[in-house]
């Protein structure tokens, strides 16, 4: 709880992000190496390593560039929206995805789509030589 409204002071939720990545990929690790124990070590690991690490790494990489370029082009202003939009999706997927698995995984579809959308959208246009 703390954590949710620490992210929403800016350039605090900056310093979060810098000590939650290496935890995040620590963790992404850890996880992925007690779903897989039965294998042979060195897949264990490199699947721990590459799977769990990477792609937790990934998201939470994303996570903190999407919040450090806010940081930058609106001076912290726009953290707290920012903030508020995460918590407000990862609290309705973590619900969806209990009660209702098949929908989650169309809202999540959906959700990347969308994303997709405002990346084109927003990603500057290359100029026609």
Request: glycine share 6%; aromatic share 8%; no cysteine.
């Amino acid at each position: 709880l703390v954590e949710v409204f620490a992210y929403f002071i800016p350039y605090v939720d900056n310093l979060l992000d810098s000590i939650a990545l290496p935890l995040a990929t620590l963790a992404g690790t850890a996880v992925m190496v007690a779903t897989v124990a039965d294998l042979d070590p060195v897949v264990t690991w490199s699947l721990a390593i590459i799977a769990g690490g990477g792609t937790a790494a990934a998201i939470k990489g994303a996570s903190a560039t999407g919040r450090l370029t806010s940081t930058t082009t609106t001076a912290g202003l726009g953290n707290p929206v920012i903030s508020f939009i995460e918590t407000i999706t990862s609290l309705l997927f973590s619900v969806v995805s209990i009660l209702a698995p098949v929908i989650a995984s169309i809202l999540v579809i959906l959700l990347l789509i969308f994303i997709f959308a405002i990346y084109r959208k927003l990603r500057p246009r290359l100029s026609k030589k």
